[in-house]
């Protein structure tokens, strides 16, 4: 029978009604297996993959294929958002056997868990002589198989070990702060040259196809520039501007209802792979924000406003938390609901149905937007606009009308699947990127608009926080039902949010951050190999998986550690504890050769080594407004709120510090603003 009826996982519920015997992740599938003395073989993905539904529909709602699979094997369904621990275990081993992955990520396992044989899509043909090859070898020669797993086995535990982050609990390190500004200075010039050698001048972007937004990639770079030579400044300018304008000049953004798609397939921006993540979002909305507050073009503050109210009108659930992802696929098709044909689009726009417009105005948004009757994409057009669009030959406010009928008009196809869970680290996530964007567009609507959304999401941060301060904290919540327990990500993710949310002056728990990193240190740190894991530590032989530790590297998103380290960061800074800075300064010397080999692979974590060099620290009373220039970014600073002095009450007062002084004290006066600035800039010249 197959076992996952019941599941809250959109993913699990997506296969309970296969004929094969599925199981879910858990500890009855492995007794099954020693029990029937039989191989196990893990699916894993997720709600929103398009190729995890095309292997469906072919082969696992196939009773031929699932009456062999369940004749020779016990089968197990995983979603990796449920269990990324299991996913990036078992991608390690598929990443050993055959050099690639990708999902559906299927791997064929012992029942103790050791990984042998592994593959992506297949055909129901060639997955069916695969299953009956396997099945036969077990019977005939079980040895090869068991030979086999634990040739993976030590190749993913010396992988792991080689990129697990290191994290010896009681070192310093005797590194100054001149010493740590040159090592940050190389490591931003290695970003740069790896980037501009990389960087498409043509299309933008840092990869070739498929390409990938790399938010914190393109964050990062946005530090680096500022150490650059004026020649190579401009460099680095033109390279973002264009990477950052033509993701959403492109088919990657959703021109209608605002959202990113997950990257882009071709070179050119053009054909994105449809399915919406909110780790997307979160990464993206924080690089706009940060290149809105670098370089004040409207463009990007633009951008932000649309993104948030993307995620207001889509994500948002009425527990206050964000959803996880929108599917690609829409009635069993890619892509379905996003592309139109040239005469939808003419017909939608002139009916005399609601708004209507000219057959030149429907020529016209058709031209911008390069709709036209032979397709650009399959059987449809996916909205893009050309690089050198001119806003200024089109009449902006009609196409915006325009694009709100289309918008109207798509509402009524069939939507794609809707993945309403809600994962802990993600919505940490979003709330601290929400919270970089109100402060780094201050001045502009998209501010208020992420304040507006961060106050919605208020009932679910407190769940949150007090679920944390209990040990009950889960890694998915399901309409407000929590499920499964919290991982490492999770822990650090919901800490930089509450941080973040504190420096803005929303939330007041400030006991809670230090409680939940001693948590962290007590529940994810392995003392036998000295490195941090993704699940809670416990000893071999009870552990989930065989192995189990974190790699120190940013993925799509960002890895724990570098998380981590931007959290351990802060507190020191607001403690203005130098022998906490120089246990981070530790942590990052542990990771010093893999930076200098490829930062990129570490660049969330370049992003957070701004705070130890150019951290500011201000000491403000509760009534006190942070001046409103110049700005930092939010990344750059510590904000700590204190109750003033009874002699001191009717002044605000701030005091702007770095990690050993304090430089200015004052209440409100007309030289403020110069001394703030005075203030700044003589924290930064000592960094």
């Given at each position: ?28 599938a ?8 039989k ?13 995890c ?9 196939n ?39 990708g999902?559906?990520?299927?791997v ?38 068991l ?148 370089y ?27 959803a ?76 915006i009308e ?34 970089q ?133 802060r ?41 130890m ?19 930092l ?12 002095s009874?002699?001191?009450q ?32 003589k ?5």
């Amino acid at each position: 029978m197959n076992h996952l009826r019941g599941q809250k996982s959109l993913y699990l519920k997506q296969h309970a009604n296969n004929p094969v015997h599925w199981f879910p992740w858990g500890e009855d599938a492995f007794k099954e297996a020693q029990k029937q003395n039989k191989p196990l073989m893990v699916s894993i993905g997720y709600s929103t993959c398009h190729w995890c539904h095309v292997m469906e529909r072919e082969s696992f709602e196939n009773n031929q294929v699932a009456e062999i699979m369940n004749e020779s094997f016990i089968c197990i369904k995983v979603d990796r958002e449920e269990h990324p621990e299991v996913d990036k275990y078992y991608m390690d081993a598929m990443l050993a056997i055959s050099g690639h992955g990708g999902w559906p990520l299927n791997v064929f396992i012992l029942p103790d868990k050791k990984a042998f044989f592994s593959f992506t899509y297949l055909s129901s043909a060639n997955f069916s002589k695969l299953l009956i090859n396997i099945a036969d070898v077990w019977a005939a020669n079980p040895e090869e198989i068991l030979s086999q797993a634990q040739l993976v086995t030590e190749h993913v535990h010396k992988a792991s070990k080689l990129g697990g982050g290191a994290w010896d609990r009681g070192a310093t390190i005797n590194l100054n702060k001149d010493s740590f500004a040159q090592q940050k200075q190389n490591m931003d010039l290695k970003l740069r040259e790896i980037m501009l050698q990389n960087f498409d001048p043509v299309y933008g972007g840092f990869t070739q196809a498929p390409k990938f937004p790399r938010s914190h990639a393109v964050s990062a770079l946005l530090r680096a520039r500022k150490t650059s030579e004026s020649a190579e400044v401009e460099k680095v300018d033109d390279a973002i501007e264009l990477t950052l304008k033509a993701m959403v000049y492109g088919g990657m953004w959703d021109h209608l209802d605002g959202g990113f798609h997950r990257y882009s397939t071709d070179a050119q921006w053009l054909v994105p792979h449809f399915e919406k993540m909110l780790y997307d979002q979160a990464l993206l909305l924080r690089t706009y924000s940060e290149a809105y507050l670098e370089y004040k073009d409207e463009f990007y503050a633009d951008v932000c406003s649309d993104l948030i109210k993307y995620l207001h009108d889509n994500h948002l659930n009425s527990d206050g938390s964000l959803a996880a992802a929108f599917d690609a696929d829409s009635e069993g098709v890619e892509g379905k609901f996003f592309v139109w044909s040239k005469e939808e689009v003419l017909e939608c726009l002139t009916s005399k149905n609601g708004h209507s417009f000219s057959e030149a105005e429907a020529e016209e948004f058709s031209k911008l937007y390069n709709i036209t009757k032979t397709p650009n994409w399959e059987e449809g057009n996916i909205l893009h606009l050309s690089l050198d669009t001119n806003w200024g030959e089109v009449r902006r406010s009609k196409i915006i009308e325009m694009k709100s009928k289309l918008s109207q008009q798509r509402a009524k196809r069939v939507w794609p699947a809707r993945d309403a869970k809600a994962i802990v680290a993600w919505n940490g996530q979003m709330l601290s990127a929400l919270a970089q964007a109100a402060w780094n567009l201050a001045g502009h609507s998209a501010s208020s608009l992420a304040t507006d959304l961060i106050a919605k999401c208020l009932p679910f941060i407190n769940r949150m926080i007090a679920d944390s301060g209990e040990n009950k904290l889960a890694r998915v919540y399901y309409d407000g039902e929590a499920h499964g327990a919290a991982l490492l990500e999770d822990y650090v993710a919901l800490i930089e949010a509450i941080q973040n949310l504190q420096m803005m002056g929303i939330l007041k728990s400030d006991p809670t951050v230090d409680e939940l990193l001693d948590l962290v240190e007590k529940k994810f740190w392995n003392p036998v190999e000295n490195k941090l894991c993704n699940s809670a530590y416990e000893p071999k032989d009870e552990r989930a998986i065989p192995l189990d530790l974190v790699s120190s590297e940013d993925g799509a998103t960002p890895s724990a550690v570098s998380i981590l380290l931007g959290c351990l960061a802060r507190q020191a800074l607001r403690a203005q504890d130098i022998e906490k800075q120089q246990k981070v300064l530790g942590l990052m010397e542990s990771f010093r050769q893999t930076f200098e080999k490829n930062p990129l692979i570490m660049s969330y974590m370049m992003c957070e080594l701004e705070l130890m060099g150019r951290g500011v620290l201000l000491k403000m009373s509760d009534d006190a407004q942070i001046p409103a220039a110049p700005r930092l970014r939010l990344s750059q600073m510590q904000v700590v709120r204190r109750v003033a002095s009874p002699s001191l009450q009717a002044t605000p007062v701030i005091e702007c510090c770095d990690w050993q002084s304090c430089f200015y004290a004052s209440g409100e006066c007309e030289e403020f603003k110069s001394a703030w600035a005075k203030a700044l800039e003589k924290i930064i010249s000592r960094a």
